[in-house]
């Protein structure tokens, strides 16, 4: 069973759709980091949200960490291209280990 | 200023070789993490060096896998003898302080053990 279930596995959409992709746990976090990573290349985090209900946003996209700090989502508004990439959402787990969940593996044509 | 360097880029093998991969962390930085990156798995973590010394090895998948830290610009991943299923690609990354800290991947290394 992971720890972090992120879904959907897979999305392909067109430049300029809105999409929202979701990590989702039974366990409760103090915070959870989102990384995106680009082929060929090492995950690079983006954001890392703390609080429950807290919302950060990166540009054109939306992170919030859900009330009850359990799942968290990611909302792209106007997708391009450069966008593309695997985003992995990650929690700190007992006291040394940063466990990461499989990935959303979003495509955005052009 | 550099990020962290992995070597090699692509390595391909025959099962029952050995395999060394090498990470330099980002200089001045006090933790290495070593994982691994599969479909199935996804990135798991194998190994967490704090000041050069071993913390959390429980992700090591078993007696073939050995990580070295001799120093704190190095580090080494040595899978003997190598086998098809640890066919992955294996990152380095590295924190200025330990693993609550931001981690820095390194480009990771494609392994193929045929």
């Known amino acids: 069973t992971q720890l972090l279930e992120q879904s959907p596995q897979f999305l392909s959409i067109q430049e300029g759709e809105n999409l929202t992709v979701y990590c989702n746990s039974s366990?409760?976090?103090?915070?959870l980091q989102w990384y995106r990573q680009e082929p060929g290349e090492g995950p690079v985090l983006l954001v890392t949200?703390?609080?429950?209900?807290e919302v950060k946003k990166l540009k054109r996209l939306t992170f919030q960490f859900g009330d009850a700090r359990k799942d968290s989502s990611l909302h792209i508004t106007a997708a391009q291209p450069g966008d593309t990439g695997l985003y992995l959402c990650a929690v700190i787990q007992g006291a040394q280990k940063l466990v990461f969940g499989q990935g959303t593996r979003l495509t955005i044509n052009p | 200023d550099a990020g962290v360097i992995q070597s090699p880029r692509h390595e391909v093998t025959e099962m029952g070789q050995e395999v060394t991969l090498r990470c330099k962390p980002i200089?001045?930085?006090?933790?290495l993490f070593w994982y691994r990156q599969t479909m199935m798995r996804g990135l798991e973590l194998l190994i967490y060096f704090n000041n050069n010394v071993p913390i959390d090895d429980s992700g090591m998948p078993e007696d073939r896998f050995s990580a070295k830290m001799p120093n704190a610009s190095f580090s080494t991943l040595k899978i003997q003898p190598s086998e098809p299923r640890d066919s992955a690609v294996y990152f380095c990354?590295?924190?200025?302080?330990?693993?609550?800290?931001?981690?820095?991947f390194g480009p990771g290394t494609r392994l193929l053990v045929l």
């Open positions: 949200v703390v609080t429950g209900g």
């Open positions: 200089s001045g930085h006090n933790s």
């Open positions: 366990s409760v976090f103090s915070s």
């Open positions: 990354a590295s924190t200025r302080g330990d693993f609550r800290e931001t981690q820095y």
